[in-house]
């Protein structure tokens, strides 16, 4: 199976900043990655797929780039709302065992 | 689209336990579908999916033999058999669609499963 490497797994950030979460597979997936925010007591939230476009709904701070075996999750300007953790998750093998990331807590 | 599961409990450890997904859509059986499961404190884990059909179906390895997925499009109904449970399954068992093989676009609010004796 393809393995996801999220880093860093937890950050400290502040209202307002500038905050980037990477994603890398163990092998090329071309742009075939998702990425979702997860609440505590809540299902998690569909982000972004094919690696940068943006789900229907989901703010314009949030945004992902990369290709091959290296992602990013940028949020743009951090909201209190979006202390979360983050998931990454490949679809390049789907439908056979579409792997997640080791998430990415982001902590005030 | 809304999605409800339901089944979830405690069970000892070699019980079975069949969870349910409820899915309130016209286009249920044009969609694929998983299960994710997230163990307490843990990430997020891909557990199994089926084509809109229902004819094929895909197993992480680490509940491949015990569970089976399977699906009634006459009854927007997914359902995951889950045999031989382990103090590991414990989890809380999402339902999800699968949106055009990019994504997980819905998700049922998870029930609870506690493997324990």
């Known amino acids: 199976a393809i393995q996801l490497t999220q880093s860093p797994s937890s950050l400290s950030a502040s209202v307002g900043d500038r905050v980037t979460i990477t994603c890398r597979t163990s092998q090329g997936i071309s742009r075939a990655l998702a990425w979702y925010q997860v609440k505590p007591g809540k299902p998690p939230k569909f982000l972004i797929y094919d690696a940068s476009s943006l789900e229907s709904g989901v703010p314009p701070r949030f945004s992902g780039s990369g290709t091959g075996t290296d992602f990013t999750l940028t949020i743009s300007s951090l909201q209190p709302e979006d202390f979360a953790t983050y998931y990454c998750q490949q679809f390049y093998s789907y439908p056979l065992q579409p792997t997640f990331g080791g998430g990415t807590k982001v902590e005030l | 689209v809304q999605l409800l599961e339901s089944g979830g409990g405690l069970i000892q450890p070699g019980g079975s336990l069949r969870l349910s997904c409820a899915v309130s859509?016209?286009?249920?059986?044009?969609?694929?579908m998983t299960w994710v499961r997230q163990a307490p404190g843990k990430g997020l884990e891909w557990v199994s999916g089926?084509?809109?059909?229902?004819?094929?179906?895909y197993y992480a390895d680490s509940v491949r033999g015990r569970f089976t997925i399977s699906r009634d499009n006459s009854k927007n109904t997914l359902s995951l058999q889950m045999n031989n449970l382990r103090v590991e399954d414990t989890a809380v068992y999402y339902c999800?669609?699968?949106?055009?093989?990019?994504?997980?676009?819905?998700w049922g609010q998870g029930t609870l499963v506690t493997v324990s004796s």
């Open positions: 859509t016209q286009h249920f059986s044009g969609y694929a």
């Open positions: 089926i084509n809109p059909s229902g004819e094929s179906t």
């Open positions: 999800a669609k699968v949106y055009a093989g990019s994504g997980l676009d819905y």
